[in-house]
Nanobody
Framework: QVQLVESGGGLVQAGGSLRLSCAAS????????MGWFRQAPGKEREFVAV????????YYTSSVKGRFTISRDNAKNTVYLQMNSLKPEDTAVYYC???????????????WGQGTQVTVSS
């Protein structure tokens, strides 16, 4: 069992930065791939980034490549999403999730956090 709690969301101007954190409970955190997803009002949940259990592999959706960085600290049971050069279209609720394998498919994730709101003003 893994419980996930996101933090770090907020209101930022376009071009600004935020760092999201996702704290996990449970001794098996380091065995899971961790992903970030987002959902804007009226839209489906969208894959943002994923990191392997070891941190050696990362993947991003094309719209955030070069701007967002996913990382993890298994000693702290935490995964991060550094978001730079934010755009208004990045506005969404951001969720972290845990999966047994690296995947961009939300159906492959077993555990989800409650989400944190990110709002980017123009």
């Amino acid at each position: 069992q893994v419980q996930l709690v996101e933090s770090g969301g907020g209101l930022v101007q376009a071009g600004g930065s935020l760092r999201l954190s996702c704290a996990a409970s449970g001794r098996t955190f380091s065995s899971y791939a961790m992903g970030w997803f987002r959902q804007a009002p009226g839209k489906e949940r969208e894959f943002v980034a994923v990191i392997s259990w070891s941190g050696s592999s990362t993947y991003y959706t094309s719209s955030v490549k070069g701007r967002f960085t996913i990382s993890r600290d298994n000693a702290k049971n935490t995964v991060y999403l550094q978001m730079n050069s934010l755009k208004p279209e990045d506005t969404a609720v951001y969720y972290c999730a845990a999966a047994p394998v690296v995947t961009s498919n939300p159906a492959g994730y077993e555990y989800w956090g409650q989400g944190t709101q990110v709002t980017v003003s123009s």
